[in-house]
Nanobody, 123 residues
Framework: QVQLVESGGGLVQAGGSLRVSCAAS????????MSWYRQVLGKQRELVASQGSGATTSYADSVKGRFTISRDNAKNTVHLQMNSLEPEDTAVYYCYVIAALLTPAGERTFQYWGQGTQVTVSS
């Protein structure tokens, strides 16, 4: 099993910066992908940024050039640095992890979600 603990977030004025972090713990063979999603009440959850086990990253068009995802593989942690924040970035941000676990049937991948952290950007 994998436990995800998120931290960071909060209230910031437009143009400001925030960083959210997510630490994974538990018993697993490896972490494949670490991502951040966000969700506004009444809307679908959307992918914000993602990073695989290597250095390759991907971003939603709406955050390119403003947000940066980074991983610390030694600490099983992922960060999302958010700069030039806009009111439209206001949402609950969720950490999402794909981890490989050893099972009696061999190595299998499982998906896990963090509890979410609120980011509010005031105009």
């Amino acid at each position: 099993q994998v436990q995800l603990v998120e931290s960071g977030g909060g209230l910031v004025q437009a143009g400001g910066s925030l960083r959210v972090s997510c630490a994974a713990s538990g018993t697993f063979a490896s972490i494949k992908t670490m991502s951040w999603y966000r969700q506004v009440l009444g809307k679908q959850r959307e992918l914000v940024a993602s990073q695989g086990s290597g250095a390759t990253t991907s971003y939603a068009d709406s955050v390119k050039g403003r947000f940066t995802i980074s991983r610390d593989n030694a600490k099983n942690t992922v960060h999302l640095q958010m700069n030039s924040l806009e009111p439209e970035d206001t949402a609950v941000y969720y950490c999402y992890v794909i981890a490989a676990l050893l099972t009696p049937a061999g190595e299998r991948t499982f998906q896990y979600w963090g509890q979410g952290t609120q980011v509010t950007v005031s105009s």
